[in-house]
């Protein structure tokens, strides 16, 4: 098992986890204690896991060696991924398909068969695996077994079974009678691969089938709305070549169907009728499985991993009126406030691979019927009650400044300032639920704490969007992290002093940058003095005035300090002082602690301190020396010196 999301910023080796099973085989976790899971395996076999004492118990219903022997010799034909299922409305009950279906109501200690033999039971087919040369009875090459079994989630024991020698069959009894519902047409020996009952209507079932074994790769996908009486064929739009092998319903918007096949993925708004490609950034491999989890879908493929397409909400919302809009803001889902950052998996571990992280934020999409021109930014606006307190936005800043200062202007943008990339279509936007940025000094290197802005409370929020001449809005909530045991009253305390800080580091850096601008002035006021010939009398104030200023600016930070690892060498000032608490106060969903409230009233104290001298400063000396340097009449330009005099 792995999770779809972890602190940090990435998945893995370290989040993986075995569960019991095998390399094959269907994996059930018990829906009233998550940490029990059943986990199958070729040969019959299936595990019962308990992750608190991390045992493995196989719990297999006839514990018979498959290896060496016939199929036919088997009391049990089981695939080698044989079908697992927990009902959905009764948790206590399990199922094990071999070519009967096996229910326990125990947790596997005793099993009872509720089905006769529902394949086609050829024997033909049920001899010993291999050869010429020698043979390879593993118990994996086993035929006329069920592939494919489905609960309904509208009704108790109203249960459905493939056969991977093409047959459905269908009970409505919990297993006392059984009927083969075989679609009309279906070819000979195909391989039912999954069935999906409709999370919307209780006789509505898919089915999706594969022949690609026999050499045929058409699709083969048929729907019932009648438990099997008759079906139809859906397979308009996908391509022979694209075999399916499964389908599946949103269980919001009915009609809205997903079918994984072997070549991609296809998607159908109209409950089958049509299909077209839904391929997105999905690499072109064959997809194994889809399930629909919290509003999110999930790919299951063969060799290239688990990919999930977060919130399905632009898909459920579509329609034709969408299509013929100019702009349409879909209305962000509940999304909640992300735990506060954790070591990642490549500090846990060393994994060969890494899984992207589930997105640290909310999503925001909209559609764009064209392009937008040039000069026609894409603005999104978040409001927290009628107040902006982020913006993100297309438009692209000049840069300025000589090439040190364009470069880090680049660099700012890598993080909060980098524009969107809009385009005529679907777009999406992820708030990573910070506010705005404070304000840094040019140069500004930070090695300790956190300078990021602070994530926002749980609670209601707005989006406004503004594209190609409208304004659209939608409200959304943040929601409390459930796994965190904080507070709403905890977490707000820690977003107010997070915020301060934020607001205290920019006052710090914008006293900072202007001390610099008023030292520069000075010193160039006195030496353009002193050029002129006008006297050094000027230029004497200026070099006190500018070192009492530089050692005003020594208080609140440090210029030395220019790259990671140098507040090891120089001492760091007020500026990293408040970004080292903020990374204290931050590093979990917690209120502030005593100790980080007391630091924080003592800095905000010292920067108070800092600041009134310095506006004692420009009302006292700096405004002095600005009176006599304006009785010099200084010229604004200098005139140039005179070339070859």
């Given at each position: 098992?792995?999770?779809?999301?972890v602190p940090g910023d990435?998945?893995?080796?370290?989040?993986?986890?075995?569960?019991?099973?095998?390399e094959s085989g269907?994996?059930?976790?018990?829906?009233t204690?998550?940490?029990?899971v059943?986990a199958?395996?070729?040969?019959g076999?299936?595990?019962?896991?308990d992750?608190?004492?991390?045992e493995?118990?196989?719990?297999?219903a006839?514990p018979?060696?498959?290896?060496?022997r016939?199929t036919r010799?088997?009391k049990?034909r089981?695939?080698?991924?044989?079908?697992i299922?927990?009902?959905?409305?009764d948790?206590?009950?399990?199922?094990h398909?071999?070519?009967?279906?096996?229910?326990s109501r125990?947790?596997g200690?005793?099993?009872?068969?509720?089905s006769p033999d529902?394949?086609?039971?050829?024997?033909?087919k049920?001899?010993?695996s291999?050869g010429?040369?020698?043979?390879d009875?593993?118990?994996v090459?086993?035929?006329d077994?069920i592939?494919a079994?489905a609960?309904s989630?509208h009704?108790n024991?109203v249960?459905?079974?493939g056969?991977?020698?093409?047959?459905?069959?269908?009970?409505r009894d919990?297993g006392?009678?059984?009927?083969?519902?075989?679609?009309?047409?279906?070819p000979?020996w195909?391989q039912?691969?999954?069935?999906?009952?409709?999370p919307?209507?209780?006789?509505?079932a898919?089915?999706?089938?594969?022949?690609?074994k026999l050499?045929d790769?058409?699709?083969?996908?048929?729907k019932t709305?009648?438990?099997?009486?008759?079906w139809?064929k859906?397979?308009?739009?996908?391509?022979?070549?694209a075999?399916t092998?499964?389908?599946?319903?949103?269980?919001?918007?009915?009609g809205?169907l997903?079918?994984?096949?072997?070549?991609?993925l296809?998607?159908?708004?109209?409950?089958?009728?049509?299909w077209r490609?839904?391929?997105?950034n999905?690499?072109v491999v064959?997809?194994a499985d889809?399930?629909v989890?919290?509003?999110d879908?999930v790919v299951?493929?063969?060799?290239?991993?688990?990919w999930?397409?977060?919130d399905?909400t632009?898909?459920?919302?579509?329609?034709d009126?969408v299509?013929?809009?100019?702009?349409?803001?879909?209305?962000p889902?509940p999304?909640?406030?992300f735990?506060?950052e954790a070591?990642?998996?490549?500090?846990?571990?060393?994994?060969?691979a890494?899984?992207?992280?589930?997105?640290a934020g909310?999503?925001?999409?909209f559609?764009?019927?064209s392009e937008?021109?040039k000069?026609?930014?894409v603005?999104?606006e978040?409001l927290?009650?009628?107040?902006v307190?982020r913006?993100l936005t297309?438009?692209k800043k000049?840069?300025?400044g000589d090439?040190?200062?364009r470069?880090r202007?680049q660099?700012?943008?890598?993080?909060?300032d980098?524009?969107l990339?809009i385009k005529?279509?679907?777009?999406?936007v992820?708030?990573d639920m910070?506010?705005?940025e404070p304000?840094?000094?040019?140069?500004a290197v930070?090695?300790?704490?956190?300078?990021?802005?602070?994530?926002?409370?749980p609670g209601t929020?707005e989006v406004r969007l503004?594209?190609?001449?409208?304004?659209?809005?939608?409200?959304f909530?943040?929601?409390?992290?459930p796994?965190?045991?904080?507070t709403?009253?905890?977490?707000?305390?820690q977003?107010d002093l997070?915020?301060?800080?934020r607001?205290?580091?920019?006052a710090t850096h914008?006293t900072v940058?202007?001390?610099?601008?008023?030292?520069?002035?000075?010193?160039?006021?006195?030496g353009?003095a002193?050029?002129l010939?006008l006297?050094?009398?000027?230029?004497?104030?200026?070099?006190?005035?500018a070192q009492?200023?530089?050692?005003?600016?020594?208080?609140?930070?440090?210029?030395?300090?220019k790259a990671d690892e140098?507040?090891l060498?120089?001492?760091?000032?007020l500026?990293h002082?408040f970004t080292?608490?903020?990374g204290v106060?931050?590093?979990?969903d917690r209120?502030?602690?005593?100790?980080?409230?007391?630091v924080?009233?003592?800095?905000?104290?010292?920067l108070?301190?800092?600041?009134?001298r310095?506006?004692a400063?420009?009302?006292g000396d700096v405004a002095?020396?600005?009176r006599?340097?304006?009785?010099m009449k200084?010229?604004?330009?200098?005139?140039?010196?005179?070339?070859?005099s």
């Open positions: 098992a792995i999770p779809s999301g990435g998945i893995g080796a370290a989040d993986w986890h075995a569960v019991g099973g095998g269907w994996i059930a976790p018990l829906p204690n998550p940490d029990i059943f199958g395996g070729y040969g076999e299936i595990s019962r896991y992750n608190r004492t991390r493995t118990w196989n719990v297999m006839w018979q060696l498959a290896d060496g016939a010799d088997l049990y089981f695939q080698w991924n044989a079908p299922v927990i009902p959905p409305n948790p206590q009950t399990l199922y398909a071999a070519q009967v279906l096996l229910r125990d947790q200690t005793t099993w009872e068969v509720i529902l394949t086609r039971n050829d024997p033909s049920q001899g010993r291999g010429p040369v020698s043979k009875v593993t118990g090459e086993v035929y077994t592939f079994l609960e989630p009704e024991g249960i459905w079974a056969t991977d020698d093409g047959l459905v069959q269908l009970t919990g006392k009678s059984w009927q083969n519902v075989t679609p009309e047409g279906f000979a195909v039912v691969n999954s069935i999906e009952v409709s919307h209507d209780k006789a509505t898919y089915v999706a089938a594969t022949r690609y050499d790769d058409k699709p083969y996908l048929y709305d009648d438990y099997g009486k008759s139809t859906i397979t308009n739009g996908i391509p022979d070549g075999f092998r499964v389908v599946r319903e949103d269980p919001v918007r009915r809205l997903f079918a994984g096949t072997e070549t991609g296809y998607v159908s708004f109209d409950d089958g009728a049509s490609p839904f391929q997105r999905l690499p064959p997809i889809l399930a989890k919290d509003g879908l299951a493929t063969q060799g290239r991993s688990f999930i397409l977060d399905l632009p898909l459920r919302l579509w329609d009126r299509a013929a809009s100019d702009v349409h803001l879909f209305p889902r999304t909640p406030r735990m506060a070591p990642s998996a490549q500090e846990r571990a060393l994994p060969r890494v899984g992207t992280n589930m997105p909310v999503i925001i999409d559609w764009l019927k937008p021109g000069g026609e930014p603005t999104v978040i927290s009650q009628g107040k307190i913006t297309s438009a000049e840069l300025t090439l040190e200062e470069a202007e660099e700012l943008r890598k993080g909060q980098k524009p990339e005529a279509g679907l777009n999406r992820v708030w910070r506010v705005l304000t840094l000094a040019p140069k930070f090695n300790e704490g956190s300078k990021a802005p602070p994530k926002v409370a929020y503004t594209a190609a001449g409208k304004v659209q809005t939608a409200t909530e943040v929601t409390p992290n796994t965190s045991p904080a709403a009253a905890d977490l707000k305390a977003f997070l915020e301060a800080i607001d205290d580091l920019s914008e940058m202007a001390i610099r601008d008023v030292r520069a002035q000075v010193l160039d006021l006195g353009r002193h050029r010939g006297g050094d009398a000027l230029e004497k104030r200026a070099a006190p005035l009492e200023l530089t050692a005003l600016e020594l208080e609140l930070t440090n210029p030395q300090i140098d507040d060498n120089y001492e760091p000032k500026d002082d080292y608490l903020a106060v931050a590093s979990a209120g502030p602690t005593a100790g980080a409230l007391g924080y009233r003592e800095l905000k104290g010292k108070d301190a800092a600041r009134g310095f506006q400063l420009l009302a002095a020396f600005s006599a340097a304006e009785a200084l010229p604004l330009i200098a005139p140039a010196p005179k070339i070859g």
